[in-house]
């Protein structure tokens, strides 16, 4: 059965940096479009990053220089490394998977297919 899990989550001060991962179980990583989205309290959740089955990447404004996503094919694994964190990073911090092209400059929850249960990133200090 397809399905991913995140981890890597964690406390950490402004500033500082912290890598999540996202490994998937039931297929293979580098056929699929993988995206990184972020809900933080009393928000909606917006697309962080995502990267292609082609290998093709993109961010979010608020994180482009900060954050980035790398696929590690013989590990299965996808990861988010951030860097230079802020307080508004703070968020449950999801991996989505889908098989169509939906890697975009805007990215769109709704299309994605397969959702991890995610991952909390708290920046503070």
């Known amino acids: 059965q397809l399905h991913v899990v995140e981890s890597g989550g964690g406390l950490v001060q402004p500033g500082g940096s912290l890598r999540v991962s996202c490994a998937a179980y039931g297929f293979t990583l580098d056929n699929y479009d993988i995206g990184w989205f972020r809900r933080a309290p009393g928000k909606e959740r917006e697309g962080v990053s995502c990267?292609?089955?082609?290998?093709?990447?993109n961010y979010a404004d608020s994180v482009k220089g900060r954050f980035t996503i790398s696929r590690d094919n013989a590990k299965n694994t996808v990861y988010l490394q951030m860097n230079s964190l802020k307080p508004e990073d703070t968020a449950v911090y999801y991996c989505?998977?889908?098989?169509?092209?939906?890697?975009?400059?805007?990215?769109?929850?709704?299309?994605?297919?397969?959702w991890g249960q995610g991952t909390q990133v708290t920046v503070s200090s």
């Open positions: 989505a998977v889908d098989s169509g092209y939906v890697c975009r400059p805007k990215m769109n929850r709704y299309e994605y297919d397969y």
């Open positions: 990267i292609s089955s082609g290998g093709s990447t």
